[in-house]
């Protein structure tokens, strides 16, 4: 009975190889490259940085002169009447004109309390602030894909098992069927013996619509639209030589959310340099070249020209002193200062919580290394215990009690087992993901 049990297990595996190879292999990097290019949440990180990268690319714009071309054109059409001094009147209707007038002004801000260096640096600091965003979403998205990718991994092991049971199961069926031909079995033990074998292949059902929908979720975060057919990988393969220290040691340096934080301390003390700046007096140099030309075609004063032009340059420097402008400057200064202290406290606070994160992770991923050795060898004992139990079984010194209790045993080494590889996954996965390690 055992060869007959294990010649079940091979076909089911056989089975299962021949349906995998009629399906498209889909390895972990193939998942990460396709979500690296395809997934919604970095385009729009994508989008955000290359926002600042567009200022940037402007930086020096601050410091060039404004200069902006004003045309104007007047057609007039008056009625006069004039009563002078020494009673003289005049009169006179439909008197017409022509004026044109253009201009040239150029304004040039030649010092303005450093405010000009200022606003460059923070268009400079935005823009790494942005790749900061993209590579935290980048991780972030590839922590998703190895999760999902490798649960999908584990269900497919989890079916497997249950296909193992359901080849147990159906042995037992044969065991206790031939056993009431012989006469020394009862028709209760093929009854649950076939109500267990049943439960099984409803569980089969059951993981089959998992794994189905967890590659729907992997479609997703690949932002794949197509119905894909294809197959992952078989085990999971983990990093047991992850050391805390390691992890530890430069983490403020590559910890991406840490990095975003720093960042914007360091911003919100550009903006105080600008407000300060704003306290300072401006230095600009004014320049504009005028034109006017007015046409008249009749006059009623004999002393107003019918024709006027003028055009020349005009140049010179102001300073504008700010004195008084309510508050206004002392306020946004005072609005700075708080605003580097509360950037100050949230990188605190977010320095205490990745300590925090690291520390557990660790631990966690310490005790499901732990947990999976001990599974490891727990599935060996229990295979073992099945097989022993269903020759009992076989020979009729045992009831189909004992050998349920087995073969519970058995799915329940086997769960744990599963369980264990991917959660030391998972600990693993988190560990590299707040080192920032996932992607270099």
């Not at 993981?207 to 078989?234: C, F, G, H, P, W």
């Amino acid at each position: 009975m055992i060869n007959l049990m294990k010649k079940n297990i091979l076909l089911v595996f056989l089975l299962s190889a021949v349906s995998a190879t009629a399906q498209t292999s889909l390895s972990l990097e193939e998942a990460i490259g396709t979500a690296l290019k395809n997934n919604y949440d970095i385009q729009l990180s994508k989008n955000d940085s290359m926002v600042a990268a567009l200022d940037y690319s402007y930086r020096n714009a601050v410091f060039y002169p404004r200069l902006n071309g004003t045309l104007g054109t007047t057609w007039n059409n008056n009625d006069q009447k004039q009563t002078l001094a020494d009673g003289t009147k005049r009169e006179q209707n439909n008197i017409k004109s022509h004026n044109l007038n253009a201009a040239l002004n150029l304004n040039w801000t030649l010092f303005d309390g450093m405010k000009m260096f200022a606003t460059r640096d923070k268009a400079a600091e935005l823009i790494k602030l942005g790749e900061l965003g993209i590579k935290n979403q980048v991780i972030n998205t590839v922590a998703t894909v190895i999760n999902t990718y490798y649960n999908i991994v584990r269900q497919k092991q989890q079916l497997k098992a249950i296909e193992e049971q359901m080849s147990i199961s159906q042995t037992r069926v044969n065991l206790a069927e031939r056993r009431l031909d012989i006469g020394v079995g009862t028709k209760p033990d093929v009854l649950q013996s076939k109500v267990d074998l049943n439960a099984q292949k409803a569980a089969q059902l059951e993981q089959q619509t998992l794994i189905s929908q967890l590659r729907e979720q992997l479609n997703q975060v690949m932002n794949v639209k197509e119905q894909a057919n294809y197959e992952v990988a078989d085990s999971i393969p983990l990093n047991t030589q992850l050391a805390l220290g390691d992890i530890q040691n430069g983490i403020e340096a590559s910890n991406p959310t840490l990095l975003i934080s720093k960042k914007n301390l360091d911003i919100a003390g550009i903006t105080l340099k600008e407000r300060k700046a704003e306290k300072l007096p401006t230095v600009a140099f004014n320049s504009v070249y005028n034109f006017t030309r007015t046409n008249n075609q009749t006059v009623i004063n004999p002393f107003s020209p019918l024709f006027n032009q003028s055009k020349g340059l005009n140049y010179g420097v102001t300073a504008s002193i700010p004195i008084l402008n309510n508050l206004t400057n002392k306020r946004q200064i005072q609005q700075a200062k708080l605003d580097i202290q509360y950037q100050q406290i949230i990188f605190n606070n977010q320095q205490s919580q990745l300590n925090l994160a690291v520390v557990n992770a660790f631990k966690e991923y310490e005790q499901q290394k732990k947990a999976l050795k001990l599974e490891e060898e727990n599935i060996l004992l229990a295979k073992e215990n099945v097989y022993i139990a269903l020759e009992v079984y076989r020979l009729g010194a045992s009831t189909i009690i004992q050998l349920r209790e087995a073969q519970k045993s058995l799915e329940d080494a086997y769960n744990r087992l599963i369980a264990a590889r991917y959660n030391t996954k998972l600990s693993e996965t988190e560990l590299l993901r707040l080192k920032g390690d996932l992607v270099k």
